[in-house]
T-cell receptor, first 113, second 113 residues
Framework: AQTVTQSQPEMSVQEAETVTLSCTYD???????LFWYKQPPSRQMILVIR??????QNATENRFSVNFQKAAKSFSLKISDSQLGDAAMYFC??????????FGKGTSLLVTP | DVKVTQSSRYLVKRTGEKVFLECVQD?????MFWYRQDPGLGLRLIYF???????EKGDIPEGYSVSREKKERFSLILESASTNQTSMYLC????????????FGEGSRLTVL
């Protein structure tokens, strides 16, 4: 199975600042999808952003953007202008042509006033 | 609003009991999944189903079984609950589209005493 590694168990950022969460993955395939999911405390997991591997352009959703480095198998998430509501567990996930997503172990993001 | 609904948010069971976790989705999705979430381990796939009455083992199927008699419903069964099955269980669904975004339920926190 493909592995997804999130090397930062915890991160902290001040409100209005920018933070980058790291993710690397291991695959021998050329076509796949990458995701960042957010899980707020006691709330359900929601999709933050998605990247198709065949697209060179990095995905962006409002304050959230990714840095996708295909050759390095790296997929980091940048959160700009951090808000208190961004505090959550963030999971990086990989999907190939199969059915299921493989998830990393998560990064807990703390946002301080 | 699209939804994945898990029947129980919190359950407390005794060792050896049979446990049913129910999940219903209203998005007409073909694929449904059961993940287990533990601190420091991320999400691990237990079972998934890509069609009615079809099921596939994930990474950690031991001690679990599933049932999918209707498209919208996917049940996780613990035949004889054990303390090491104390965990958060997440149900998710997705369409057959290759990008395969998962939609999650709120989770069922199971404690086995």
């Amino acid at each position: 199975a493909q592995t997804v590694t999130q090397s930062q168990p915890e991160m902290s950022v001040q409100e209005a600042e920018t933070v980058t969460l790291s993710c690397t993955y291991d695959t021998s395939e050329s076509d796949y999808y990458l995701f960042w999911y957010k899980q707020p405390p006691s709330r359900q997991m929601i999709l933050v952003i998605r990247q198709e591997a065949y697209k060179q352009q990095n995905a962006t959703e409002n304050r959230f953007s990714v840095n996708f480095q295909k050759a390095a198998k790296s997929f980091s998430l940048k959160i700009s202008d951090s808000q208190l509501g961004d505090a959550a567990m963030y999971f990086c996930a990989y999907k190939n042509s199969g059915y299921a997503l493989n998830f990393g172990k998560g990064t807990s993001l703390l946002v301080t006033p | 609003d699209v939804k994945v609904t898990q029947s129980s948010r919190y359950l407390v069971k005794r060792t050896g009991e049979k446990v049913f976790l129910e999940c219903v989705q209203d998005m007409d999705h073909e694929n449904m999944f059961w993940y287990r979430q533990d601190p420091g381990l991320g999400l691990r796939l237990i079972y998934f189903s890509y069609d009615v009455k079809m099921k596939e083992k994930g990474d950690i199927p031991e001690g679990y079984s599933v049932s999918r008699e209707k498209k919208e419903r996917f049940s996780l069964i613990l035949e004889s609950a054990s303390t090491n099955q104390t965990s958060m269980y997440l149900c998710a669904s997705s369409s057959r589209h290759p990008s395969g975004e998962l939609f999650f339920g709120e989770g069922s926190r199971l404690t086995v005493l």
